[in-house]
């Protein structure tokens, strides 16, 4: 799994090697964050603004009255439960999936695509700790914000939400014009970093499980000659899964298709575009 200080790194590194083409129509940055900080209403959102180059939030707004933490205490490593840090403010079971969507994010934001700051973004949906210690869910929308002279971004905006989203899993949303290519590539490096790919028929049949068709069913409307065929395609994923679970020292047993179903949703394998 992608360990935050490695997410650090190749952040610089990718963000410098750009291929994508970024847009601002932003005159004035300071002034149009201070416009955005006005229009916050309520108690329920904050902003953060992550640096490039200090690897740091440089601005912070309204986090207290949300979640209890003092600016000091909400920092880029506290919010990724880096193992150095006392405060870890992520939910232990959300922070791997975090961390590797913001890396695949990356990737995505430096390929040959066009990005306007503050308009096309990048939303999360995952749980976190309140100072109190309670659970509660946030929607973090992330907008790249800041840009040198020739074009090149050199901060991020985020937007975090408190939510009442009734989601389970980790959930990523791509909000641009190249919302459809994008989360196909999504899929492939998401896959690629896991080191676990599901066939198309595999995919099919997933997808046929999610609507809890039974075996029988799926074999006619697949044009699959036996169900002992869709037995056996299920058996190569759980074989897979189990693999994963090896892999990574997770005590887990999978021993049904819904079973994998619902680690490839976890995984950010499903559904497919």
Same mark, same amino acid.
């Given at each position: ?11 610089? =590194? ?21 416009? &955005? ?7 329920? @959102?904050?902003?953060? +603004?992550?640096?490039? =180059? ?8 309204? &986090? ?7 600016? +000091? ?15 870890? =403010?992520? *939910?232990?079971?959300?922070?791997? *999936?975090?961390?590797?969507? %913001? ?21 999360? !949906?995952?749980? !976190? ?5 309670? &659970? ?13 002279? %020739? ?6 905006? %985020?937007?975090? +939400? ?51 068709? *039974? ?17 056996? *395609? ?13 892999? +990574?020292? &997770?005590?887990?047993? =999978? ?9 490839? @949703? ?8």
């Amino acid at each position: 799994m992608i360990l935050f200080d490695k997410l650090l790194k190749e952040r610089e =590194i990718i963000l410098f090697n750009t291929k994508a083409k970024y847009i601002s129509s932003i005159d004035n940055y300071d002034k149009k964050l201070e416009q &955005i900080k006005n229009g916050l209403i309520g108690n329920n @959102k904050f902003i953060t +603004e992550y640096n490039f =180059i200090e690897k740091e939030f440089t601005n912070k707004f309204n &986090i207290k009255e949300c979640l209890g933490y003092s600016n +000091e205490e909400f920092t880029i490593r506290n919010t990724n439960n880096n193992y150095t840090c006392n405060t870890k =403010i992520i *939910h232990e079971d959300d922070v791997k *999936h975090k961390i590797r969507y %913001d890396h695949i994010t990356y990737m995505l934001i430096t390929k040959a695509y066009s990005f306007e700051a503050l308009k096309d973004y990048y939303k999360l !949906i995952f749980r !976190i700790r309140h100072k109190n210690g309670s &659970i509660i869910k946030v929607e973090r929308s992330v907008f790249l914000f800041r840009m040198t002279p %020739d074009g090149m971004p050199f901060s991020q905006l %985020d937007v975090w +939400e408190v939510s009442q989203n009734n989601t389970t899993y980790v959930t990523p949303s791509y909000y641009t014009p190249n919302y459809q290519t994008i989360m196909k590539d999504f899929y492939k490096l998401n896959s690629e970093i896991l080191k676990i790919k599901f066939t198309n028929k595999e995919k099919e049949i997933l997808s046929l499980k999610d609507k809890q068709l *039974h075996n029988k069913e799926i074999a006619n409307l697949l044009n699959i000659n036996s169900v002992r065929t869709v037995e056996k *395609h299920i058996e190569n994923m759980k074989i897979k899964v189990e693999n994963f679970y090896m892999k +990574e020292n &997770i005590k887990k047993e =999978i021993n049904s298709a819904y079973e994998v179903l619902n680690f490839a @949703k976890e995984y950010g394998l499903y559904p497919y575009y």
